[in-house]
């Protein structure tokens, strides 16, 4: 499968510059976009690699080739021996699978990247609406509640860009408008990048959309 | 109950500082071959994996001659110590050597399956919020293998508590020094009219087995509070 999309104007340096072959397990697939947007979404059904694609963007799966670069900083480039590990890449990925520490309260789990003050953290938790459960084990979280402490735990990380897999699944429509603006906000700081099967939330949040 | 006797103090202490220090002594052994086990793959890893697990299907006898072969004045190990003039023959030490070898299987198997058990993901997540492999390893793997290490450091006890065969070849039954609970109850056995004593003993290893039980469960239930 092959997807080759963007914009192809003159920028300097573009939000994202992607172009990776992935293999993984029993798919096999190439993404090619560049974004100069602050918040970009990749719209498709499920199993065409977009988990994958996130994944490879922040580190944790190496592509079989290409190259990845963010805001002209190159994270991977495999002509170049390129290869940035997760930890220096300075991304907030938000999970599919939310993957939250079962063993870390809420709270530390908002705080784990250790780049934010205990105030900037309840105060992340007052806009997520997280207050009343800063010390309440993972566990013991609904499914939207999860996602809205992974999102808290990726920003607080200061990233150099937000990188969301599914980020509306399993919020009702008020939660979700919320976190849409939440992510917007975001956006101004750090370019944004999404990826969904839902179309209507992508046109909400993102000012490029890319089919695949 | 009578206050207990003299010996029967000492086969006490005997038992509890061998058991201990094996336990301690064989715990960072035991946890890194569990880690190398669980996570590395490497030519000789089944090779490996059957050499720890050896003293668990040897006869313990065995297993005390092999240490007595290599610990004696002409072994490998002997020699070693022999030249820092160390020697393990019949000495506390060489009964907590014994425990160690022979609880270190039960004490690998416990943090082994609880590395394997573990969800890799979670790491991927720590490393990707800009966590240090060292940081990582601290903050997520250490505390999520936390149970299979409590469990591992109990039965590690509990196995070098309990050890008979390995230790009586090795170091023989000396009251005071080398001679634990199991070797007392033995020793008691052997003679007219001992069989009261080792009744008491008995009782006593018991108590002690079933105290770090309880103790192994509290530490345990802490250890996994975030899961109820």
């Known amino acids: 499968m092959t997807a080759n999309f963007g914009t192809d104007n003159a920028m300097t340096a573009p939000a994202f510059d992607v172009d990776v072959s992935l293999q993984r397990g029993d798919f096999a697939g190439r993404f090619a976009f560049r974004s100069a947007c602050s918040a970009t979404a990749i719209v498709g059904p499920s199993g065409q690699g977009k988990s994958s694609l996130l994944l490879a963007i922040a580190g944790l799966v190496t592509p079989v080739a290409g190259h990845i670069r963010l805001g002209g900083r190159t994270l991977f480039d495999a002509g170049a021996g390129i290869d940035l590990p997760a930890r220096d890449r300075n991304l907030g990925l938000v999970f ?19 780049r934010a003050t205990l105030a900037e953290i309840t105060a992340m938790a007052a806009r997520l609406g997280l207050t009343a459960l800063l010390g309440r084990w993972p566990r013991h979280l609904s499914g939207g509640e999860a996602r809205r ?50 179309t209507a939330e992508a046109a909400a949040i993102a000012a490029e959309i890319i089919n695949i | 109950m009578t206050p207990l006797s003299e010996p029967e103090i000492a086969a006490i202490i ?30 000789g890893k089944p090779l490996l994996d059957a050499l720890v697990n050896l003293p668990l299907v040897l006869p313990p006898v065995v297993t005390g001659y092999m240490l007595l072969l290599a610990f004696g004045r002409d072994g490998w190990a002997g020699q070693a110590l022999g030249f820092f003039g160390i020697s393990v023959l019949f000495r506390w030490t ?31 997540a720590a490393a990707s919020l800009g966590a240090s492999p060292r940081r990582v390893f601290a903050t997520i793997t250490l505390p999520l293998m936390l149970p299979g290490i409590i469990a591992a450091a109990v039965l590690g006890f509990a196995k070098a508590l309990g050890e008979f065969g390995a230790t009586a070849i090795f170091v023989s039954a000396i009251p005071g020094e080398t001679e634990t609970l199991p070797l007392a109850i033995n020793a008691l056995l052997q003679v007219p009219g001992g069989e009261p004593a080792a009744l008491r003993l008995a009782v006593l290893a018991l108590g002690i087995a079933f105290l770090a039980l309880v103790a192994a469960q509290y530490w345990q239930r802490r250890a996994g509070r975030h899961r109820v």
């Open chain 1, 96 to 114: 599919q699978d939310v993957r939250l520490f079962p063993h870390l309260t809420v709270r530390a789990n908002l705080g784990y990247a250790g």
């Open chain 1, 149 to 198: 402490v992974a999102l808290g735990r990726a920003l607080l990380a200061r990233p150099a860009a937000l990188l969301l897999d599914e980020p509306f699944a399993h919020l009702d429509a008020a939660r979700a408008a919320e976190v849409m603006a939440l992510v917007a906000a975001a956006g101004a700081t750090a370019p944004v990048l999404l990826v969904t099967h839902n």
């Open chain 2, 14 to 43: 005997v038992s509890l500082k061998v058991a201990g220090v094996a336990m301690l002594g064989a715990l960072p052994l035991a946890f890194t071959l569990a880690f190398v086990l669980a996570r590395r793959q490497f030519p």
């Open chain 2, 94 to 124: 060489g009964a907590a050597i014994a425990a160690g070898v022979m609880a270190l299987p039960l004490m690998v198997s416990p943090m082994r399956l609880a590395l394997e058990a573990m969800d890799r993901r979670l790491e991927a």
